[in-house]
């Protein structure tokens, strides 16, 4: 087998052993690599009810067929585990030397299993893992952390690792890598801390097998030097992701203080121009030519590095303008290992349900001071920080008088940093996101607004969703690679199957890429039916409060519009039916057997009935 | 007629400007605002007005505020 090195190395904490399993070739072409790899693994061995936060859990990191090689954005990975946000499937990417060096060391994925009987660092050598104490960074942030794992082990290493956040169960805790690095923000960092896993370290020195290495070489190199070359051509890279703040801010899609408001007079303070000038380093991931990761200094003068989602979210969402300091609320959840969009969304909620008359506080939109302190009350869970804890939708249920309306979040996954209060199609996208909240699985603003009527509900929007699921979710999260080079910088995705048949000798086309996608979707929602065996429509619902009329902007580009609930339920049930998911938004079992789900049909009618 | 022209991202560097108060003939459209400020019609953009997109070929009208950004896909 060419292109997977056909291994996984399997650890178990509890018993400090490991072992390595083959897959076969028949494994790699159903799933390929990544979210696919994770979501299967995870599927089938995990119990139904397992709780997130036990030993039960699996910790994956799972790589693609071209991680690591010497091509445009390929040093990612992806790490997965059951949720303890969502309590469902849950994953996320972060960009991480590991991609390189797990697959040098001989492995497409790790599984990590039990519990270490005291804080521990994984060291995994090629052929040899050991299991180190880690008691001496136990309790400290992942700047901390990292720079202790680097001062053992060399900085060529790749590190994954948590904070506090992660280490205290915080159901929004990332993990981290590379300083400025993070992924998982459906509560992986809680998933490692709960199995006191404080870093995973990977070093590895064989050649990465290949179908093609000669001609991988000369397309890589020659890739990665032209995405460069056009980065530098659009300029996209000057203002990196947060160049969105102000077109959303334009278009009114901006969220201001807890989403209750979709643009602000004051947006421009911390938008990509000020980002921009303000940059003291621009930082990227491994194998990447157009890095997006702008740095500034905060109002300590420390380094933070700073995007479009936790700028949006920290700061108008905050209702603070002041980027500087936002720049300090995004260093304290990097610090701490916390998500910035769900501390962001969870902290804007708090100061919502006080402000509602929910519960009783001193924490005000505005107040960077409070959310600082707040955040490191999270991060320990101390006090009311032990709730805002487990994420704005807990919070809600536990604060009543109706707040769950406007704890804004998705399956329990806080938002991302885009404001739908009337963007119906993108509403939709977040509200079937099968990890929850996230836009890393379909983003069709700039669509919607461009090649529809904004204020339409039509199946084109539902289609539009779905084709870029299967790009975004399916192709990027498989072969485990950055979606910037593709709209950004105008990539065109045909370079990929190109990379993908160089690593495996095959010959596929985009084509075969959506029908994996597909077929993972479809187990991702039996995941979650498995969890949830109610289920019903209405988990692909966003927020009460984007249809409340007593909510629309009082002025701006959309004054006075909201969703519409019998048109959203219209535009979801053209989604299932493009899809082929029952009214409740389950996969019929003719869909999971056109999908070569056959077996995980049966498996599916014992815990929850398929239509 | 005067209207008021927002770039967003890296149109900004190439044009020069970040917001600006524009006096155009009546009858301006977007095709010719594009051409007006020179930024490359080879990139892919959304050119919106109050939240909405506009075609090249939509006329302005007095106290616009006209918002040309590249295309993005999210944070």
């Known amino acids: 087998m060419k292109g997977w090195t056909g291994r996984i190395l399997r650890i178990d904490l509890t018993t400090k052993s490991f072992k390595t399993e083959s897959f076969s070739e028949e494994f790699a072409h159903t799933w390929i690599g990544g979210r696919g790899f994770a979501a299967k693994i995870l599927y089938d061995e995990l119990a139904p009810g397992i709780d997130p936060l036990g030993p039960e859990n699996k910790f994956i990191v799972a790589l693609g067929p071209i991680a690591g090689i010497p091509a445009p954005n390929t040093g990612k990975a992806v790490v997965a585990a059951k949720s303890p946000s969502t309590g469902g499937y849950g994953d996320g990417n972060l960009g991480t030397k590991v991609a390189v060096q797990l697959r040098k060391a001989g492995y497409d994925a790790l599984i990590v299993e039990g519990k270490a009987d005291r804080p521990t660092m994984l060291v995994i050598e090629d052929d040899q893992v050991s299991f180190q104490p880690a008691d001496a960074v136990w309790g400290q942030g992942t700047y901390e952390t990292n720079n202790w794992i680097y001062a053992t082990h060399g900085t060529g290493v790749g590190v994954l690792n948590i904070g506090q956040g992660g280490e205290n169960l915080v159901r929004y805790a990332v993990v981290r890598s590379l300083e400025g690095r993070a992924g998982g923000r459906t509560g992986m960092g809680a998933v490692m801390g709960s199995k006191l896993l404080k870093a995973v370290v990977v070093r590895g020195t064989k050649p990465i097998p290949l179908a093609d290495p000669e001609g991988m070489k000369e397309v890589g190199l020659g890739d990665l030097a032209e995405v460069h070359r056009i980065d530098k051509e659009s300029g996209w890279s000057i203002q990196s992701t947060n160049a969105v703040l102000g077109w959303c801010n334009e278009v009114a899609a901006l969220p201001v203080r807890n989403f209750r408001k979709t643009h602000h007079p004051d947006a421009w303070r911390v938008d990509g121009e000020r980002l921009s000038d303000a940059r003291v380093a621009l930082y990227g991931c491994p194998n990447c030519t157009m890095h997006c990761g702008i740095a500034m200094h905060d109002d300590e003068g420390r380094m933070a590095e700073l995007d479009y989602e936790n700028v949006a979210l920290l700061g108008p969402n905050l209702e603070i303008f002041d980027l500087a300091q936002v720049a300090s609320l995004n260093y304290l959840c990097d610090d701490y290992g916390l998500d910035t969009m769900s501390s962001g969304c969870t902290l804007s909620f708090y100061a919502d349900a006080i402000d509602h008359g929910a519960t009783s506080g001193d924490f005000a939109f505005g107040d960077a001071s409070g959310a600082k302190m707040l955040l490191g009350m999270i991060a320990r869970r101390e006090g009311i920080g032990d709730l805002l804890a487990d994420g704005a939708l807990q919070a809600a249920r536990t604060f009543g008088h109706g707040s769950e309306a406007y704890a804004m979040q998705v399956k329990g996954l806080e938002m991302p940093a885009y404001n739908c209060k009337f963007i119906p199609g993108m509403a939709l996208a977040l509200g079937v996101s099968p990890i929850g909240a996230h836009h890393k699985e379909a983003w069709i603003i700039t669509f919607e607004l461009k090649e529809t009527l904004r204020d339409s509900y039509g199946p084109e929007k539902a289609q539009k969703v779905i084709d870029l699921q299967r790009i975004r979710g399916g192709l990027f999260e498989c072969m485990v690679s950055c979606r910037f080079p593709w709209i950004e910088n105008g990539w065109p995705l045909e370079h990929y199957p190109v990379y993908f048949n160089l690593s495996t000798g095959l010959d596929w086309t985009l084509d075969d890429f959506w029908t994996v996608s597909d077929r993972i979707y479809a187990l991702m929602k039996l995941f979650w039916l498995r969890e949830h065996p109610q289920t019903d429509r209405t988990a692909d619902y966003p927020p009460a409060v984007w249809f409340d009329p007593a909510n629309v902007d009082t002025d701006g580009p959309i004054a006075g519009r909201h969703l519409e609930y019998d048109k959203y339920d219209g535009l979801l049930q053209d989604y299932y039916d493009i899809r082929g998911y029952d009214e409740r938004g389950i996969p019929t079992r003719d869909t999971l057997t056109r999908l070569g789900l056959a077996a995980e049909a049966t498996a599916a009618a014992e815990f929850g009935l398929l239509t | ?75």
């Open chain 2, 1 to 75: 007629m005067k209207i008021t022209v927002k770039l967003i991202g890296s149109f900004i560097e190439s044009a020069g400007f970040s917001e600006k108060e524009f006096d155009v003939p009546a009858g301006a459209t977007i095709d010719g605002l594009v051409a007006l400020l020179a930024i490359d019609r080879t990139r892919p953009m959304i050119v919106t007005r109050n939240g909405r997109a506009m075609a090249d070929g939509d006329a302005v009208v007095p106290g616009d505020r006209v918002a040309i950004s590249p295309i993005y896909s999210g944070g």
